[in-house]
T-cell receptor, first 114, second 113 residues
Framework: DADVTQTPRNRITKTGKRIMLECSQT?????MYWYRQDPGLGLRLIYY???????NKGEISDGYSVSRQAQAKFSLSLESAIPNQTALYFC?????????????FGSGTQLSVL | QQQVKQSPQSLIVQKGGISIINCAYE??????FPWYQQFPGKGPALLIA?????SEKKEGRFTISFNKSAKQFSLHIMDSQPGDSATYFC????????????FGQGTRLTINP
């Protein structure tokens, strides 16, 4: 199975600060995703990338940006954090080569914006 | 627009009982319906999945029932155990192409010993 590592695991920040969440994977999967999880709302897609040169907006991309620095690294940035971005953030990879069969998730980053 | 609606939001079942979680979808083009299981402090992990060419898929104590005409599918956990306590997400997508997985709202399942 893919080893998907997210850092940090927890982060508390203040409104207006810039925050970067990092994700790395060791299995060479081309597709990577960022989701946020909120109680009662499930998992919502923020951004996804099919390869290093391909970045796509998801369902809720406003207020976020991403960088695919390498096949193994996909970072999520909040340029100016706001309290309603407090959530549990997950990075995921997809080894299926276009078949959407299985996502491998990291353990998440709990972000609190005060 | 919530393309996949999941219920209930939370569920408490006694050990040995049957846990049932329901999902309904809107997009008739969806052709892949997975369920993910998430334990506290962990990311979701694929549990079981079904394609709409079958009405039921069983893996151990976990069964997906699929009703294409009603655009509904459900997860049944037989002989529920305390170790099954977790959050469960249904999802839907197109198996091919750029359509991403769309997740339901999640169900927090608690199995009482």
């Amino acid at each position: 199975d893919a080893d998907v590592t997210q850092t940090p695991r927890n982060r508390i920040t203040k409104t207006g600060k810039r925050i970067m969440l990092e994700c790395s994977q060791t299995k060479g999967h081309d597709r990577m995703y960022w989701y946020r999880q909120d109680p009662g709302l499930g998992l919502r897609l923020i951004y996804y990338s099919f390869d290093v040169k391909d970045i796509n907006k998801g369902e809720i991309s406003d207020g976020y940006s991403v960088s695919r620095q390498a096949q193994a690294k996909f970072s999520l940035s909040l340029e100016s954090a706001i309290p309603n971005q407090t959530a549990l953030y997950f990075c995921a990879t997809d080894p299926s080569g276009g078949r959407n069969e299985k996502l491998f998730f990291g353990s998440g980053t709990q972000l609190s914006v005060l | 627009q919530q393309q996949v609606k999941q219920s209930p939001q939370s569920l408490i079942v006694q050990k040995g009982g049957i846990s049932i979680i329901n999902c309904a979808y809107e997009n008739t083009a969806f052709d892949y319906f997975p369920w993910y299981q998430q334990f506290p402090g962990k990311g979701p992990a694929l549990l079981i999945a079904i394609r709409p060419d079958v009405s039921e898929k069983k893996e151990g104590r976990f069964t997906i029932s699929f009703n294409k005409s009603a655009k509904q599918f459900s997860l049944h956990i037989m002989d529920s155990q305390p170790g099954d306590s977790a959050t469960y997400f249904c999802a839907a997508s197109l198996l091919q192409g750029a359509q991403k997985l769309v997740f339901g709202q999640g169900t927090r399942l608690t199995i009482n010993p």
